[in-house]
Each structure stands twice: as C-alpha cells, then as structure tokens.
C-alpha cells in the first residue's frame, strides 16, 4: 500500500564537514531548523469515513432501500473509538501518527412522515482524539483534541417494494453534509463551505433468514491539495449480510471509497450485532478493521451504543385502497368479479364466478361460453347447449318442431311440403282454395284478384273518384286543377344528431372510485341500451388524473372500471359482455395542468367491442 505522503531525502552533508563545526551548528541554530518538512502545506479536511444507517431498517452500515413505516422513528446514541487514522511522513522518511486515536460520539435520528419517504440526521462529536510527531514537522501544528464533525442530513425514498411483487426492493438516497464541523480537529473541509453532498443507490433482498443489500454512490467534496496526495470526490460502496427477524441479529459489511483525484482505494470490513432489551430499546455494538492507510481509515475501530424505535401498527393496504397484491390481501376482490382473491384463478382480469374468476372464453362466438358449449368450435344456439340446431331436412325448421323432418317444408307448415289443395296457380301467394281468380295475379286484399284500374291512372278503381278519367292519387284519381306554383319549401332545422348513451363519460371524484347519484340515471340507459342491443359487448374503460404514485393511480382506474361493471352487472347485463380495464394516468382525455383538466381526467369510458 502507498503511504499518504511523498517521501524527501535530507539534504546530504559534504564529508569534508569537521566535527567542529558540526557541533557549532548545533549549538548555534536553533532546534526549528532541524524540524522535518512535508511536501506542502497541510489542509483541513473530514477524516470521518464511518458510514451507517439511523434507521437501521434491516443494517446498521448499509442502505438497503428499504425506509421505515409511515410514522415510524428511530433514535440512537453511539460512541466510536478508532486507531491509526492520519499518518505523516517527513523528509527523513519517518511516518508520524498525527492523529492515533480518536474517541468520538453520534446522536442521530430518523423519521419516516409519509408513506415511502424517510428523514435523517446526525451529529458526530469528537470527544477525544490525539497523536504524535506533529511537533517534529515544520508547519504542522497537533490536531485539536476536541471539536465536532460534519453534520449529516439525509433522505431515502422507496422505489420498489416486495410486499407489492416487486423482485427487490429498490431506493434512492441523498446525505447532506453541512460545514458544521470543526477545522482544526479534521472535522470538517476545509473548500466549499464545508458542504458535501452524497447521492446513491441501494437495492436489497430477502433469502431465507438473512438479507443481502448493497448501495453505491458517489460523495462529492471539496479537493484538498495535501502532502504527496490530494484528498476529494469518491466514490462509495458497500455490500451487506444481515440477519433477519426481531431477536439478536447480526451482519457483516465491506465498505469502499475509491478516489477520483488519486489511485486509491479506502477498504474496511465492518461486523454487528443488535439486541433488543425491551420497551423499544435495542443495544448494539460493532467493529471494524482497515485495510488500507489512507486518511480516516482505521486499522481498527470499536463502537457501541443504544438505540429506541417507534414502529407504529401497520397500515391495512386492504381496507385504503393501497396498492398491495393478491396475496397480501386474500379476502378482496382486487378484479371486481365477485370472487375474492383467495378463490380468484385469475385474481387481476375479471372473470365470472362459475369459471373460477377467469374470463370466460367463447372459441366458435356462438354466445354460449366454452365451459357450457358441447360443441366448442361449432357455432350452435344456446337452446342446443352451443352446438347447431338439429335440422335434417334442411329447410330451416328444427327436427323437435318439425312435423316432416325428412321433408323440406315451410315454417308456416311446420316443416311440411305444402299440399295440393293449397296449389297456387297464379303464384300470387293466395291459394288456389282460397283465390276468387286462380288463375290472374292479385293481392291478398283483393283474394287474389288483379286490382281494377279503367283509367290506368295508378289509383284502383274503388279509390277513384273518377274511374274513367286519368288523375293522380293527390286528387282522388280525377284530372288535376290548375294549381299556384307551389311554394318554395322553408328550410328546415337540422336533425338533432342522437348520440349513443355509450359516449357517456362517468366522472369520479379525487381518490374515490364510487361515482355519484346522478351517474346513475347515465348508467341505467346504458343498461337499457345494451338489453336492446343483445349482440354489443363493451369495455369499460377507467382512468385517473396524474395526482399520486402511479402505481396506486393504475389499481384506482381498475377498481373504477370494475365498480362499473359490477353496477351493471346487477341491471342485468351478462358478464360476459362487459370487459373491465384499467390505464391509471397514460390515456388523459385533457391535460392535467388545471383542477378542471385532472377533473376531467377521473373518469370511466365504455368502448364497443362487438356489436354496432
């Protein structure tokens, strides 16, 4: 391993040197000039590289991602106690351990407001710390032996959960580093104020009864020109194996900062152990070994401390509409099919309750679902079990109502040839039995006979007011008068343009996935509308303005669209026919700038998807 600082050769002394005048030297300069030099000046800066977590969530020196519980808190009091922190080197090649010990204290904190987010902070004292050799150093002057390190604030937030079926879990961090710290006693940098900012990334996950977690990130800081070395921006990591459970726990971690003004490369394996001993209160202790000399790095450190944690009642995702999965809560129904998620094969698609929660399938689009169609690939009516309808002869009449089922026959004669004595001879469609002309073309209403009409004017005879002179039906079949030129028709209004009830729009209020009284009248013509229309199917559609995670915005929109489906499900409507989706925020109808565009956004849409 390098050293920190360049080494320097003394000067050399020529050989021609006597005794004599090497004692008149001696006597005659003074003891400051044979101090021993470095290769520049010396600069302030954070000697501190212990790095640990407040809220200690599942480890004490690595973030995991994992943050408190909503309302949680954790407080802790710990003391550090660490050796061969700062060795100096001078111009005769000899390292001087200017800080050797170090004896210091933290309070700190961290809280957890709202759901996801955590707080943090900490305040390092430096109680007593001390060395030796600064006094052989030119313009090196001993650290103070008292004083405080750079104070900490920081925040967390949770990306990814496992309990919601992510496959870690996943956050973000961000400490803060104030210039709080004392100068003199290397607590502190000595450029930018002092201040240090330090962004990372953790991800964990659980195996049996230990945690693995790592983090990474980069500690951004003043750069301090120092004897043979300069001291800045590093980058940090750090890998854990925790334990888990409520008992004694224990872990092992390895962190490192690699420089990016240097080749170097700051390592220290760190080992602990928490013990709860009641009330709330948890005692822990920890260790470390360095492995490395580069400044702040001990060759080893010992710590202990006592830490209080306030874990409030765990929120019910079940019963707040929280995002959760199927399994965390089973007694739901997370798909609105009537069929709780324990019991659901398919607990995020609505299905029916007969098919088990799965959506049921229609192979040959006879209406009549697969699981009840004995002949699943062959269109058939719903009478016949979906299968066709049986019809032996062809003509149309199912063989059960057909009186001749091997002969073909109209439905008028229940399947049955029509007979001689209903011969019709003119084929006017009046039988011959019942035709006064057999044998000439005429209506019904005239029994067959051809309608008269003497004048061929167009208007039958027992119509015509004049039977022997042409005139159109306006006039009774008689000659027109001479009549004014007809005025000019009056421009009439534009039909008013009907609408579909289905291009409704059901709105909902923030949050909520109940709509209001007078959506009701909207929906029950909806109803209406597709019992007249048996051979529609529709989806129904839900959105959600871009207020909130969007995750939880995607299960409000499904549990919109499904309070819809359910809705009309009890007005009559076949499940089969209505298919409830979801989108949460990514289809907004306006934007959602404004109060009135998100308002605009919550709502609910139908979609045709058969039928007309």
Known sequence: MRSLFSRMDLPLRTKAQSWALAALLATAVTPAAFGQTTTSPIAPLDLERLRFQPAATDSMFVDTGRVLPEGGYRLLLMVNYERGILLLQGSDGLERSILHYRTAGWLAGAWSPVDRLEFSAKLPVIIAQGGHGAEQLVGVSEPDSFGLGTPELGVRYELLRREEGAPVFLGLGLDIGLPGGTADAFGRQ??????????????????????????????????????????????????????????????????????????????????????????????????????????????????????????????????????HTPEQCPNEDDDGDSVANKDDRCPLEAGSVENNGCPDKDSDGDGVVDREDQCPSQAGTARDHGCPAPDEDKDGVRDDEDACPREAGPASERGCPVKDTDKDTDKDGVPDKDDACPNEAGPASERGCPVKDTDKDGVPDKDDACPNEAGPASERGCPAKEQKPPEEPKPQPPPEETTSPLEHIVQFPVNQSEFQENEQRQLDSIAAYLKAHPELSIRIEGHTDNSGPEEANRTLSQQRANRVREYLIQKGIAGARLEAKGFGPDRPRVSNETPEGRSANRRVEFVPVTGR
């Not at 301090?224 to 990591?237: A, H, I, K, N």
């Not at 080992?271 to 001993?277: F, Q, Y």
């Open 190 to 323: 000595a450029g930018w104020a002092g201040f240090q900012i330090a962004p990372r990334v953790s991800v964990s996950r659980e195996l049996g009864p230990v945690v693995l977690g790592a983090n990474a990130g980069v500690r951004i800081r003043s750069r301090e020109v120092e004897p043979g070395r300069d001291v800045g921006t590093e980058l940090e990591q750090g890998v854990v194996v925790a334990t888990r459970g409520k008992g004694l726990r224990g872990e092992v971690a390895l962190q490192a900062a690699e420089s990016l003004v240097e080749s170097d490369l700051a390592l220290e394996l760190l080992g602990g152990v928490r013990l709860p001993v009641g009330a709330g209160f948890e005692a822990f202790a920890l260790a470390g070994h360095g492995f490395t000399d580069i400044p702040g790095t001990p060759s080893f450190r010992l710590g202990a401390g006592i830490a209080y944690a306030n874990e409030p009642a765990p929120v019910d995702r079940c019963r707040t509409g929280r995002s």
